[in-house]
């Protein structure tokens, strides 16, 4: 993916950055001994004073549909599974829409993973997704998939980097409906 700028307000980001490294100092200890709930106690999470929504403007039987899965899905002997890192690991593996479930792993080690392995779809639904194109009730799906580990503590990254490199992606491939399958 190319990266690129992000058009949403990112005035916030300095002030997370300097009450991030401060926390990140007393809290990576705790991370490292995955011991979340003390470690996030303090986290300086970020607060908007109004949710970005977009409302859907065209049937749903037209749409082109990407989905974004937060589960650490990855191609066994493929792509390299996602890192456990305090920070969280920021890279996004694309996936291309027709593969075969199967074919994917998750290395995200912040939630269970067995339910995943068991069955993919409750992480990012393959299978009922392409049963609502076939129906016609969805339009087409997009070429490709996005997963990244939704255990991330740089809200910064993903601000500038993670989502506006998913987002240009999906405006390369014609995408005209995200989903967001968090984990």
Request: net charge negative.
């Amino acid at each position: 993916m190319v990266a690129v700028s992000p058009k949403a307000d990112v005035s916030w980001v300095q002030g997370f950055r300097e009450k991030w490294r401060e926390w990140f100092q007393g809290a990576k200890p705790l991370l490292e001994a995955h011991q979340g709930p003390a470690a996030f106690k303090t986290y300086p999470f970020v607060s908007f004073s109004q949710t970005p929504w977009s409302p859907l403007r065209i049937p749903l039987s037209e749409v082109c549909l990407a989905v974004v899965s937060t589960a650490g899905l990855y191609r066994k002997g493929i792509d390299a599974p996602f890192a456990d890192t305090a920070e969280g690991d920021p890279r996004v593996i694309q996936l291309p829409s027709n593969i075969d479930p199967k074919s994917l792993d998750t290395a995200h080690t912040h939630i269970p993973q067995e339910p995943i392995r068991a069955d993919v779809n409750v992480a990012l639904p393959f299978d009922p997704l392409r049963d609502l194109v076939k129906e016609k009730k969805v339009g087409s799906l997009a070429l490709r998939f996005f997963s990244f580990v939704g255990y991330q503590t740089r809200a910064d990254k993903v601000a500038l980097e993670m989502a506006p490199n998913i987002a240009a992606a999906m405006v390369e491939d014609e995408v005209t409906l995200a989903l967001i399958v968090p984990v």
